[in-house]
């Protein structure tokens, strides 16, 4: 198995990824995907979506094997949440 090595800072690599979210990706994913994940290569912009995180990455490194990924939950600020919820009506 081959380690991919970061060619950016976790800065730069957040930045990309969160541009080409907002610029190319969002206007193009349906209401109907949120709570989907979206796998970007920040170099390309490149994207696949499925509600698998692992199903997304796989399909977008079967076309860019040395992609670097920048993972973002429709709909969400947030891919995980640890912890509990609280109820939005208190």
Avoid at 1 to 10: E, G
Avoid at 12 to 23: C, H, K, M, N, Q
Avoid at 26 to 44: C, F, L, N, S, W
Wanted: one cysteine or more; a neutral charge.
């Amino acid at each position: 198995m081959t380690v991919r090595q970061p060619r950016y800072s976790k800065e730069e690599f957040a930045r990309r990824g969160d541009e080409i979210y907002e610029t190319q990706v969002r206007p193009q994913v349906e209401e109907g995907d949120r709570g989907k994940i979206v796998a970007i290569d920040i170099e390309t912009g490149d994207f696949e979506v499925d509600k698998s995180e692992i199903a997304a990455c796989d399909r977008l490194e079967a076309r860019h094997p040395d992609a670097q990924i920048w993972i973002v939950r429709i709909g969400s600020r947030h891919v995980r949440r640890f912890g509990g919820r609280t109820p939005k009506n208190l």
